[in-house]
């Protein structure tokens, strides 16, 4: 045990000289010195040249990265030899390889005179090495490994918007690093500062329910504080920066950026470590548990595929006017649908452990005003999309409700092939995306379509799997009830995600995205059939982690091919 | 077939006779220029021997009579469809005393530029073309000699020592022969310059680009260029 301690002690070690690593980058760039040394990776052919000028600046970057390099080798080895989590040695193993990565990057920016996707990759991927290492150290802390639970009213709530914040500093950090290298359009600089105040109201809003908390208030609430303050001075620090544009204070933001991105990841991560979410929920406000009607997560992740329909069809740089449209549109038809279908299953869900909570079984919203409200927004958004897109728009959102509420969820009672009738309808979003560019439909839509519809099976009955004894109550006819012992699920399983490798690349055989998704993408789905094939040889044990799995692939199909388009 | 080349060579004929003709110029600035801040050359002990009373960063170089140095001078338009061949000789290009010398200049595409270290520091030398090639080599050695060129025109080029922050030349690419550089008196000269309209732009550093209609005749045109502080 003394050995782990020491372990923990190193990575704290070199987390630190990582932030100072940081620091000296954020002054090359701050200060003009990225090309002060033409060669990589010797300086001017020697491993030592004059510190002079900009090379005092590049060089002693140089240098503490080969230093944090060889002390991120020493520390994944260390991991490796003396840790009994294998997940965690693999963790640590890909500490060293985003090294690696990293000092390629840098090798790459200083050859090519400063390309701006390789410097801003560089700058980010620092600070998500940064929290990497952090990271590390956490999960190597007694505490961790304790892993003593406090109970939490509001812990759902609070893990929800640590996930948030997080996301949102990376994308703070992503913007950051474009502004810092020259990017200083007025739009790109006005989000930054819009998504620093998301941050601060995220971070006030964790501190208000932190507080509250009685238990979990006392073991969280110095890191919640501090996290708060940080982020607060990191803004006047921007501000600062904005109007001063000096190296230091440039520099000085862009440490703190890499300070408050990790001790939010480091709170989310304990959020999901520490807090046992109390069974006893708050009630919550009518508003807030007819929201929780719309199923907010799914409403969300069909959002982001309507979006990716839209930026795909969109001829030029999309208008994101219309782009509001449509999403508030699919939103209001999206709440709707999934309020419908509570409504209509409200008997099911109360049978069942995972859906018992939900506003109606739980008798915290009476069914006449879900009915009502789930409706109305139906309604709404598909008049609303009719008004502001364009009527094939507003077609295919009716056409969405239609199938979900009226085929998909009767049909659950009926047979099991209602899981592909639920996939159209989780398909459409997409389509519905594409048609609100105002192109028509053709065969490229129909790909997107068939990806989505496709990635919906393995997922659903991944799902399906994992609340299996739920469903067996319900009496709801689920696939995953045809078979005993999940061998032949599994290969259902495997199945449908070779297909689904064949569709994902197709987009890059027809020109709609190119070589850059293509490569990403072939490689995703090197990883999620390999991860397909050891869930059906374990026969489903490892459901959960799949479902996860496969989110995140969804979420890497969607982001690559975004990228990949602008 | 014959007439078009019998009026060629007419052509040629009379351009060589008339061709004794250019333009002289003088560039000057109104109002007044901003004040040269001083470089910090702490930064490398070898520049700051160099000079040992300091230096200014002399962006804005104005003579005592209130002309304009550094300025570039060009024919913009005026010459199309005419071809150059490109001189061998190569242009010289200087980095002493931790500044570049000269720190204006033109240079004809495809033209030899011969870069020299004459500091006993080193020097990167980044050239950052937008239509020809870019380049950032490192010469770390006194005496040590490049040579670049550049393949399409362009004005201006930047080209920049990121070691020493301050150094900042310019060069103006050009696919023939009709340029120049406003000196210490503010005078520039285009010589031989072949009867015809044209249009000239005169570029500085801080004060952008303006132009003016040219016609040059059987002598010696003036033209005269203002800036405004």
Avoid at chain 1, 462 to 473: F, T
Avoid at chain 2, 52 to 58: K, R
């Amino acid at each position: 045990m003394a050995d782990n301690r020491w372990v923990h002690r190193f990575s704290v070690g070199v987390a630190c000289a990582t932030l100072l690593l940081v620091a000296a980058g954020g002054l090359v760039t701050g200060t003009g010195s990225g090309l002060s040394v033409p060669d990589w990776p010797l300086s001017y052919g020697q491993f030592f040249p004059p510190m002079v000028g900009g090379i005092r600046f590049e060089h002693t970057h140089r240098m503490i990265a080969g230093a944090v390099g060889i002390l991120t080798f020493f520390l994944a080895l260390a991991i490796w030899a003396r840790e009994k989590r294998r997940w965690l040695r693999w963790f640590g193993a890909g500490a060293f390889a985003a090294v690696l990565i990293q000092a390629i990057l840098g090798g790459i920016t200083v050859l090519f005179f400063l390309p701006l996707p390789v410097s801003v990759a560089h700058a980010c991927l620092a600070q998500s090495f940064f929290s990497w290492i952090a990271a590390i150290a956490l999960f190597t802390s007694k505490s961790w490994k304790k892993g003593r639970r406090t109970e939490a009213k509001r812990g759902d709530l609070l893990r929800f918007l640590s996930v948030a914040m997080t996301a949102s500093i990376f994308v703070q950090l992503a913007m950051g690093a474009l502004i810092r290298h020259g990017q200083r359009h007025p739009l790109l600089v006005a989000a930054h500062i819009l998504t620093a105040l998301i941050i601060f109201l995220q971070a006030l809003l964790i501190w208000a329910a932190t507080a509250r908390e009685e238990k979990a208030r006392g073991r969280f609430f110095r890191h919640v504080a501090g996290l708060a303050i940080l982020i607060f001075l990191q803004v006047s620090l921007g501000v600062t920066a904005l109007l001063a544009r000096g190296a230091l204070t440039g520099t000085a933001h862009q440490v703190m950026g890499a300070l408050v991105l990790c001790l939010s990841l480091l709170l989310t991560l304990r959020f999901f470590r520490h807090l046992e979410p109390s069974a006893a929920e708050s009630k919550g406000s009518g508003f807030w548990q007819l929201i929780r009607l719309t199923k907010p997560r799914l409403t969300l992740m069909a959002l982001a595929t309507t979006a990716l329909g839209f930026m795909m069809a969109a001829p030029g740089p999309a208008v994101f006017e219309i782009l509001a449209h449509v999403l508030f549109g699919s939103a209001l038809v999206g709440g709707g649908a999934n309020a419908l279908n509570q409504f209509m299953e409200k008997d099911v869900d109360a049978k069942m452990k995972r859906t018992e909570g939900r506003p109606l079984p739980s008798g915290r919203l009476d069914e006449k005003s879900a009915l009502i409200f789930g409706a109305a927004a139906s309604l709404a958004g598909v008049g609303y999309l009719l008004f502001f897109a364009n009527p094939l728009t507003a077609f295919l959102a009716f056409l969405t409700v239609a199938i979900y509420v009226f085929i998909y969820t009767p049909l659950k009672r009926k047979t099991a092939l209602n899981t592909f009738v639920g996939a159209v309808a989780g398909a459409l979003p997409v389509v519905i995306g594409w048609a609100g560019a105002g192109q028509g439909l053709d065969g490229r839509a129909a790909i997107l379509f068939s990806i989505l519809f496709l990635w919906q099976l393995p997922h659903f009955l991944a799902i399906s799997w994992v609340y299996r004894e739920d469903y067996l109550k319900s009496g709801l006819r689920m696939v995953c009830l045809l078979d005993e012992g999940g061998g032949w699920l599994g290969r259902q399983i495997v199945f449908y995600c070779l297909l689904l490798w064949a569709a994902s690349l197709l987009p890059s055989l027809v020109g709609l995205s190119g070589g850059v998704y293509f490569s990403v993408i072939f490689m995703s789905n090197l990883i999620f059939l390999w991860l397909a094939v050891y869930l059906a040889v374990q026969k489903l044990v490892r459901a959960r982690q799949f479902v996860s799995a496969s989110i995140l692939y969804l979420l890497t199909v969607i982001g690559v091919m975004m990228a990949d388009k602008i | 077939m014959k007439k078009p080349l019998a009026v060629l060579i007419t052509a040629f004929f009379i351009q060589t006779i008339a061709s004794a003709a250019g333009i002289t110029g003088k560039v000057s600035l109104e109002g007044q220029p901003p004040v040269s801040e001083a470089i910090k050359l702490d930064a490398d002990p070898n520049c700051k021997m160099m000079h040992p009373d300091g230096l200014t960063a002399d962006q804005v170089l104005v003579n005592s009579d209130g002309t304009l140095q550094n300025a570039f001078i060009y024919v913009k338009e005026g010459l199309e469809g005419k071809t150059f061949e490109a001189p061998k000789e190569p242009v010289a290009f200087d980095q002493k005393g931790c500044q570049y010398h000269p720190k204006v200049f033109g240079i004809r595409v495809n033209q030899p530029l011969e870069i020299l270290n004459s500091d006993d520091t080193l020097h990167n030398v980044h050239a950052l073309p937008k239509n020809s090639k870019e380049f950032n080599l490192g010469m770390p050695i006194k005496g040590m000699k490049l040579k670049k060129t550049f393949d399409k025109p362009e004005v201006m080029i930047k080209i920049k020592c990121e070691v020493h922050p301050w150094m900042a030349a310019y060069a103006g690419v050009l696919d023939h022969p009709y340029f120049g550089v406003s000196g210490e008196d503010g005078s520039f000269q285009i010589k031989d310059l072949p009867p015809g309209n044209y249009v000239l732009e005169a570029w500085h550093e801080k004060y952008g680009a303006q132009t003016q209609a040219v016609t040059v005749a059987g002598e010696d045109q003036a033209v005269e260029f203002k800036f405004k502080a």
